[in-house]
């Protein structure tokens, strides 16, 4: 079986990937005798199989990788619960309870970020990834497959397959995200290895950090003429929300337009429905994305000018909308 035979992301699962794995269905699937496919149907049976495989194997990372920054957080750096007399860490709720709590933070606070970039980024890098290195074996097995690892001038040892990196790739943009999420709303800054994008106009300052681990920046929010400093709170100076207003004040989209671009690139994006959520994204993991605006092909009304819309009567805050709609397809 070839090393990258499931892709990382659910856009690539296409009709010309299921033409060309086909062949290897029959080693997930008893049932299947052929190695080659009689009609269209077949070839979506293949591509909604293989996409179930590879959720599968993004809930092992995320629910192993998650239980390794519990065991982490436990045992290496004795990091306790918040006015609990001692009580350790159970889940990942409880690591973020601590993170976000100030005492913890603010005592000793540059050890306190050498902690977190460890857990942040720590356990994917080598001599401490053993665990997926695992998981992916017991996924191996549980098929009974093995990679095709006739690859000239790479180590054995070096090998990546699909497995580790879906599990991989799923545990780092979770875990990445979750960390940031509660660092920045709760203190306004947060940890990444990301450099910043140069020519891009943003709100956020980073400052070059060598950790203990490795290097990165703090990325923290700049201040604006007002003094005030801009964080996950102040939501209506989201990148969401500006996405918003573009769309509907430049563009002329109504609100019912922009439900539908991002339901659309949700689907593009995830293969599934845009769920009825209310989550922040940050401004970065937006940039990164390099979301844009699209108008549709049809009759719109001219929005006021005003930041907030009607929509079916009810008053809609744009705020609220960016981030109801925008969010969930990063991952």
């Not at 709590?101 to 857990?119: F, G, S, T």
């Not at 930041?307 to 109801?324: A, H, P, S, Y």
Request: proline share 2%; net charge positive; with cysteine.
């Amino acid at each position: 079986m070839p090393l990258k035979l499931l892709p990382l992301n659910e856009r690539h699962f296409t009709t010309n990937w299921a033409k060309g794995t086909y062949c290897y269905r029959f080693l997930f699937d008893l049932a299947i005798t052929s190695q080659s496919y009689k009609n269209d149907s077949e070839l979506e049976d293949w591509r909604m199989q293989a996409l179930q495989m590879m959720k599968e194997i993004k809930q092992i990372g995320i629910a192993y990788g998650r239980q390794e920054i519990v065991n982490l957080a436990r045992g290496h750096y004795g990091m306790t619960m918040p006015h609990s007399c001692g009580s350790k860490p159970t889940n990942i709720d409880d690591v973020m309870s601590i993170v976000e709590n100030e005492e913890w933070y603010y005592d000793n606070k540059v050890y306190k970020q050498n902690i977190i970039y460890h857990l942040m980024y720590g356990l994917t890098r080598s001599g401490m990834n053993a665990w997926m290195l695992q998981q992916e074996h017991k996924w191996l097995k549980k098929h009974q497959i093995k990679y095709c690892q006739d690859v000239v001038g790479i180590r054995k040892t070096k090998l990546r397959g699909f497995v580790y990196s879906i599990i991989n790739s799923k545990f780092s943009n979770s875990t990445i995200k979750l960390f940031r999420t509660v660092m920045q709303r709760k203190y306004g800054e947060f940890i990444t290895v990301r450099k910043p994008i140069e020519n891009v106009s943003s709100r956020f300052t980073y400052t070059q950090r060598q950790f203990l681990g490795g290097s990165g920046y703090i990325v923290s929010c700049d201040r604006g003429t007002d003094g005030k400093e801009y964080d996950n709170s102040d939501s209506y100076e989201s990148i969401g929300s500006r996405w918003i207003k573009m769309c509907i004040e430049d563009r002329n989209m109504t609100v019912a337009d922009v439900h539908k671009v991002v339901d659309e690139l949700y689907t593009t994006y995830t293969g599934q429905i845009m769920p009825n959520v209310n989550n922040m994204v940050s401004d970065e993991a937006l940039i990164n994305n390099n979301l844009t605006c699209v108008t549709p092909n049809k009759d719109i009304k001219t929005p006021t000018k005003t930041d907030r819309m009607v929509n079916n009567g009810k008053e809609k805050d744009i705020t609220f909308l960016g981030e109801l709609v925008i969010c969930q397809f990063i991952c």
